[in-house]
């Protein structure tokens, strides 16, 4: 009876561009895949790729298993509570209640929520923000957004906490968000190959290629690295002012500099914090599985069976593949 096979989760973590698969039982990965998502297909078809996910992860629990739940998180204004995403500019939707299609879909109890938080989630579970009590999780890649946990819990308020990444000035460049001078502008790591290939009229391959150029001694790409560690240390500076947060775990694809963000970064922030607790600031450990372990703990508690042992044991995987 399929009551008392091992249990496994479907986890699912849908990008623009991807949807990163897992399944996991309560030791490990049984299985992973992606597979391409295209927004300019149109609403309709890129979530009915993510239908198509769902179903490909769920073929792929082995016999031996039974699937108890399913966990989702997608980028874009997401309300957890109701399982309805607002808006995503990357995939097209409004107002799309993605728990309860998938959950009719699936006949499995659904796990649902946004991208970023469910990848502060992991950290803090699972990785570099372990232990945590008040943790922001900063993810900087293509965008800028944050997640919280204060007092040992996670914040959601209706879905539109994190968006850090908007809100700038009457100054600067024009942001996709509508608004001018918003740290996406300048700080994520989209925007640094950009202004660098604006200045100078010579292409780069991102904030890596803007890097190395720093390296080399390039006065321009030093301009360029500066001005967006200067923005990023502005912008945790204010979260930790906000929100007290004791430790910021630092994501998304731009952390991969390593010591050559979080330097500066920290000394940043230690010169504007001049009367408040100093947080940690440390690197993301999960690296782009962060999204996806997100889900996999939204798809434990949505079956009712995330305990604490479980928790326990993929930290102790990701301490082994880190340490390794």
């Not at 979260?239 to 963000?261: F, N, Q, Y």
């Not at 500066?264 to 001049?274: A, D, I, N, S």
Request: proline content about 5%; overall charge negative.
């Amino acid at each position: 009876m399929s009551e008392h096979l091992p249990q496994a989760v479907v986890a699912l973590d849908v990008g623009g561009t991807a949807v990163k698969s897992l399944v996991v039982d309560r030791d490990g990965v049984l299985h992973r895949a992606s597979t391409p998502t295209r927004a300019s297909d149109g609403p309709e078809q890129s979530f009915a790729v993510v239908l198509q996910a769902v179903e490909a992860a769920l073929a792929a629990v082995p016999p031996t298993h039974t699937a108890v739940g399913v966990g989702l998180a997608v980028p874009g204004t997401v309300d957890e509570n109701r399982g309805v995403c607002v808006h995503s500019e990357n995939l097209g939707w409004t107002d799309l209640p993605v728990r309860d299609l998938v959950a009719a879909r699936t006949g499995l109890p659904v796990g649902f929520g946004h991208d970023v938080r469910a990848g502060g989630l992991a950290e803090w579970r699972l990785g570099a923000g372990r232990g945590a009590e008040d943790l922001a999780y900063l993810s900087v890649g293509t965008g800028i957004a944050a997640a919280l946990v204060l007092g040992g819990r996670p914040v959601v308020a209706g879905g539109y906490v994190g968006e850090v990444g908007h809100g700038g000035t009457t100054d600067g460049d024009p942001c996709a968000c509508g608004g001018r001078g918003c740290p996406e502008t300048f700080a994520s790591a989209a925007a640094i190959g950009r202004r660098y290939t604006r200045l100078t009229g010579t292409p780069v391959d991102g904030a890596r290629g803007v890097l190395d150029r720093t390296l080399q001694g390039d006065r321009t790409a030093e301009l360029v690295w500066a001005e967006a560690v200067d923005g990023l240390g502005v912008l945790v500076s204010d979260i930790v002012r906000v929100t007290g947060a004791s430790r910021v775990v630092v994501g998304g694809g731009l952390v991969h500099a390593g010591d050559a963000l979080l330097d500066p970064l920290r000394e940043h922030v230690r010169r504007r914090l001049t009367v408040h607790r100093l947080p940690e600031i440390v690197p993301a450990v999960l690296g782009g599985t962060a999204g996806a372990w997100g889900s996999v703990l939204l798809g434990w508690r949505a079956a009712g069976r995330g305990d604490a042992a479980t928790v326990e044991r993929y930290a102790e995987l990701h301490r082994a593949r880190v340490t390794s």
